[in-house]
C-alpha cells in the first residue's frame, strides 16, 4: 500500500474520509471541506451522525456507503477527538482506524482539516497518520495459496491531504523507516520455525546490509572458543547450529564513541528441552525469537532513518530441542563470564542464552547502556497481561527513560522491585548458581539471574515482552498475531535520549 500526500479534493471514486473534532452536546461541527460535501450530498453525513450518535470521539469512525449525490463509493468520518491533544501516536491510530474503514476501496483521500496541536507540526501528524495506516496493513500472506476474495483488502494508495505535501513527505522518512522495521520484526516472528532458525534468522537480517547496517556473525566454533557454554549448551540437542548475530549502526558523528547494546533473546524454537513443554500451545514458541526481531526491525529503523547515533544489536539465536546430544536437568554449564550454572530446568533456556550474549556485549563493546528483550516468563503474563511489558533495571534514570517512551508510543513498561531477597533463591548448592528460582515471583528471578552477568557500573535495563509479541485480536496498531511491540519504543527511546 502507497502513502502519498498532496493537496487534493473530494476525489470522484473510492473513499474519501473527513476528519472531525469531537463535538460538544449540542452536536459537532463539520469542518469546511466535509461540511461542503454534506451539502452536496443533501445531508447525507449530518443525517447520520445524527442517526449514528457519532460525537467525534478519537479513533471512533462512521462509514457511509454509496452517498447519494457523490460519487464516491463510501465517505468516512473520523474522530479526532480534541485537536489540541493530538500527539503522534494518537495521528498513528487514527491513520489505523482509518485503514480499517477503507481498506476494501482501492484508493482513499483523507481530509483531516483542523490537524496540528500543540505538540506536533501538521506534517509531522499528517506523517504519523501515513505511518499508522500503513502499521494496521500489514498481512502475512505468503503460505495461503488461495484467499477469501470477499476478505481481501483492496487498496492501492491512502492520499492524506496537506497544505504542504513536501513537508510531509520529508516527515514520512522516518515515519516509513520505523514502519519498515516493524514490518521485518513481525515478519521474522510470523514466520514457522521450520523456515526460520538460527542460520536462516541471519540470512533474512542479512538485507539490512542494504540499509548500511554493519553484519558479524559468531558460529558454534567461535562461540566455544569464547567459552560460551550456557548459550550452546541450549542450542546443544539441536540439529540446527547457534549463531551469534551481531548488527552495527554507527551513525554518530563520532564513530568511535561507545554505543548502546540492544540485546534479544531469539531462541526460535523453544520446546521446553528435556523439560518438554505441554503439546497444547506449543506452537506459540516459534515466537520466542520475538526479542531478536525485534532488535532485527530497530536496526533497520535506526539505518533507514540514517539515526545519528552509535548502536550495536545482538542476538543470541538457538533452538531448544530435545535430543540425545541435549543437555540433561542437573547439567552444570560454565559461562563465558566464568560463572558456573545448575541447569535444573532445561526449559529456563532464555536466560542462559543471554547470560553469555549479555556478557559478550559488554566484553566487547563497552557500551554506555544495555537494554535486553526476550519472552522470558509465562509469570509475565499472569502479572500484567498483554497490556504492559515487563521492566527490570538496575538504574533508576535508564527505567524512566525508557517507561517515558512507552507511554508516549503506546507501548506500555510496568517496573518491577529486584534485590537481595529474590537473588537468594538462585543459589545452587553444587555450582555459582541455578536457572531457576523457588517457584515464586518467577519474572523477578529471571531478571536477578540476568543482572549477576552485568558489570557493576554498566546501566541495564530488561524488557519481559512475553505477553505483548504476539496478540490474536489485534493491536491498535497491528492487525493480528505479531505486533512488532518494541521497535517504536526502542526508536522512540533512543531518538528522546540518545541523539542529541
Ligand atoms: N519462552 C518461555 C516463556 C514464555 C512462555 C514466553 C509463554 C511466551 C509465552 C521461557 O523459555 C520459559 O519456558 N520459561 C519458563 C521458566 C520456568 C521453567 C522457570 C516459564 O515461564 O514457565
Ligand atoms: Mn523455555
Ligand atoms: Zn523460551
Redesign the pocket.
Given at each position: 500500500m502507497n502513502i502519498t500526500f498532496a493537496k487534493i479534493a473530494v476525489p470522484a471514486q473510492g473513499a474519501v474520509v473527513f476528519g472531525v473534532p469531537e463535538g460538544t452536546k449540542s452536536g459537532v461541527k463539520l469542518p469546511p471541506a466535509a461540511a461542503k460535501f454534506d451539502k452536496q450530498t443533501k445531508g447525507a453525513l449530518s443525517r447520520a451522525i445524527k442517526a449514528a450518535e457519532f460525537t467525534g470521539k478519537r479513533e471512533k469512525t462512521l462509514v457511509i456507503v454509496a452517498p447519494a449525490g457523490a460519487k464516491v463509493n463510501r465517505a468516512v468520518l473520523v474522530g479526532l477527538g480534541n485537536p489540541k491533544t493530538l500527539d503522534e501516536t494518537a495521528a498513528e491510530r487514527i491513520g489505523a482506524v482509518i485503514y480499517d474503514a477503507v481498506q476494501r476501496d482501492a484508493a482513499a483521500a483523507v481530509i483531516l482539516e483542523g490537524l496540528g496541536g500543540a505538540t506536533a507540526t501538521v506534517a509531522g501528524l499528517a506523517a504519523h497518520v501515513g505511518g499508522g495506516a500503513a502499521l494496521k496493513s500489514y498481512r502475512f500472506t505468503k503460505y495461503r495459496t488461495k484467499e477469501d476474495n470477499d476478505a481481501k483488502p483492496r487498496i492501492k494508495t491512502v492520499t492524506i491531504q496537506t497544505d504542504d505535501p513536501a513537508a510531509a513527505k520529508k516527515s514520512y522518512v522516518a515515519v516509513g523507516a520505523v514502519v519498515a522495521g516493524v514490518g521485518i520484526t513481525r515478519d521474522l516472528i510470523t514466520e514457522p520455525a521450520n523456515i526460520i532458525y538460527p542460520e536462516s534468522f541471519v540470512a533474512r537480517a542479512k538485507d539490512l546490509a542494504a540499509d548500511g547496517v554493519k553484519i558479524d556473525v559468531l558460529g558454534v566454533a567461535a562461540m566455544k572458543k569464547l567459552g560460551m557454554g550456557a548459550l550452546l549448551g541450549v542450542g546443544q540437542g539441536s540439529v540446527r547450529d547457534s549463531q551469534l548475530l551481531v548488527l552495527r549502526w554507527d551513525g554518530a558523528a563520532d564513530k568511535k564513541a561507545a554505543p548502546l547494546a540492544i540485546v534479544g533473546k531469539g531462541?526460535c524454537f523453544?520446546t521446553?528441552g528435556i523439560?518438554l513443554?505441554q503439546p497444547s500451545g506449543m506452537w506459540?514458541?516459534k515466537?520466542?525469537m520475538g526479542g531478536a526481531g525485534i532488535v532485527v526491525g530497530l536496526m533497520r529503523a535506526l539505518a533507514q532513518r540514517k539515526a545519528p547515533v552509535n548502536v550495536v544489536g545482538l542476538c543470541g539465536l538457538v533452538e531448544?530441542m530435545p535430543d540425545g546430544n541435549a543437555q540433561r536437568p542437573g547439567d552444570v554449564v560454565t559461562s563465558m563470564s566464568g560463572q558456573t550454572i545448575e541447569v535444573l530446568?532445561t526449559?529456563?533456556?532464555?536466560r542462559l542464552v543471554l547470560a553469555d550474549v549479555l556478557w559478550y556485549a559488554q566484553d566487547r563493546f563497552k557500551p554506555k547502556a544495555i537494554v535486553d528483550l526476550a519472552?522470558?516468563?509465562?509469570?509475565i503474563?499472569m502479572a500484567l497481561a498483554e497490556h504492559y511489558a515487563g521492566l527490570f533495571s538496575n538504574n533508576d534514570a535508564l527505567s524512566e527513560q525508557l517507561a517515558a517512551a512507552g507511554k508516549a508510543v503506546g507501548e506500555r513498561l510496568w517496573r518491577f522491585p529486584m534485590g537481595d531477597e529474590y537473588d537468594k533463591d538462585l543459589r545452587s548448592p553444587i555450582a555459582d548458581m541455578k536457572?531457576?528460582?523457588g517457584g515464586k515471583a518467577?519474572s523477578i528471578?529471571?531478571a536477578q539471574f540476568l543482572q549477576r552477568f552485568i558489570k557493576a557500573g554498566t546501566p541495564w535495563a530488561h524488557l519481559d515482552i512475553?505477553?505483548v509479541?504476539?496478540n490474536e485480536k489485534g493491536t491498535a496498531l497491528a492487525p493480528g498475531g505479531a505486533t512488532g511491540y518494541g521497535v517504536r519504543l526502542l526508536n522512540r527511546f533512543i531518538a528522546e535520549n540518545y541523539e542529541k
Open positions: 531462541v523453544d521446553g523439560s513443554k506459540d514458541m515466537w520466542d531448544n530446568n526449559d529456563a533456556e532464555g519472552t522470558l516468563t509465562g509469570a503474563i536457572n531457576i528460582g518467577g528471578t529471571a512475553a505477553g509479541v504476539w
